[in-house]
């Protein structure tokens, strides 16, 4: 499995990559991703920012990802708990698996990709968050060493659980 930074011509790829997390996560009963989000104008924005990253294997796009060192303003009130450790850190967004290829392990490579950039920055931190009834990534991050700090809420209002990682 390769990794390599987004580009324009990734994003039709990408946003069916979206669809399908999107139809899983309804079929799941998650009302996560379920409002248009992430949509091509978000798709068309993270990879213009450089932040996109898509996995190829067997010469397909599997997945897809958002990796950003840039502070994520939803992150800096937690409730119900406390970040592990203050300062900077890397923020991982919109991860998403193509139906084809779920169950390969790409959630663990993406995330030791995230670890590794972050540590050549001099970064030792990684956060995330996701929907209180996304189980399924809940159990991937846990599995991953990440843990649970408390509850966040999106610029919309909406509650996302949050979690961190030390390396």
Not at 104 to 112: A, D, L, T
Not at 125 to 134: A, K, L
Not at 147 to 154: A, F, M, N, P, S
């Amino acid at each position: 499995m390769q990794i390599r930074k987004a580009i324009p011509e990734d994003a039709e790829e990408i946003m069916e990559i979206y669809r399908q997390a999107q139809a899983c996560l309804k079929v799941q009963g998650v009302n996560q991703w379920q409002n248009g989000y992430p949509n091509p104008e978000t798709a068309d924005a993270d990879i213009a920012s450089g932040n996109a990253f898509v996995c190829i294997a067997d010469e397909e796009t599997g997945a897809v990802f958002v990796l950003s060192f840039e502070r994520e303003k939803t992150y800096d009130r937690i409730y119900g708990g406390r970040w592990l450790r203050p300062g900077r850190y890397g923020v991982i967004h919109r991860i998403a698996v193509a139906d084809a290829f779920k169950r390969r392990g790409f959630g663990s490579v993406i995330f030791r990709h995230a670890e590794q950039a972050c540590v050549s920055r001099g970064v030792h931190s990684i956060r995330i968050d996701t929907h209180r009834d996304n189980v399924p990534m809940q159990a991937l991050l846990k599995k991953n060493g990440f843990q649970y700090c408390g509850i966040i809420y999106l610029s919309d209002g909406e509650e996302r659980l949050a979690f961190e990682k030390l390396f």
